[in-house]
């Protein structure tokens, strides 16, 4: 059984930052492949990034592209999502996942945290 855990969520003004982290542990044996998504109310889940299991590689949403950055924590199946010049637009839930590929599936989730970007 793997568990993925977010945090970093909370609440930011426009232009301002946030750091999302997320850790997948338990019956970990392997590196995964680790990516974000959110979904906003009323809409449906969307990709937002993701990474590599070894971290050489990493993708974007167009929506996001040059305003967040994915990276890899020090400990193994830990990932950070640095979040810049964010936008209302980007208040949603923010779930982390966990998987072999990084163009999925993914196998594991986590429950989400909330950002809230106001205007």
């Known amino acids: 059984q793997v568990q993925v855990v977010e945090s970093g969520g909370g609440l930011a003004q426009a232009g301002g930052s946030l750091r999302l982290s997320c850790a997948a542990s338990g019956r970990t044996f392997r590196s995964y492949a680790m990516g974000w998504f959110r979904q906003a109310p009323g809409k449906e889940r969307e990709f937002v990034a993701a990474?590599?299991?070894?971290?050489?590689?990493?993708y974007y949403a167009d929506s996001v592209k040059g305003r967040f950055t994915i990276s890899r924590g020090n400990v193994k199946n830990t990932v950070h999502l640095q979040m810049n010049s964010l936008e209302p637009d980007d208040t949603a839930v923010y779930y982390c996942?966990?998987?072999?590929?990084?163009?999925?599936?993914?196998?594991?989730w986590g429950q989400g945290t909330q950002v809230t970007v106001s205007s």
């Open positions: 996942a966990a998987g072999n590929n990084m163009e999925g599936p993914y196998d594991y």
């Open positions: 990474i590599s299991w070894s971290g050489g590689n990493s």
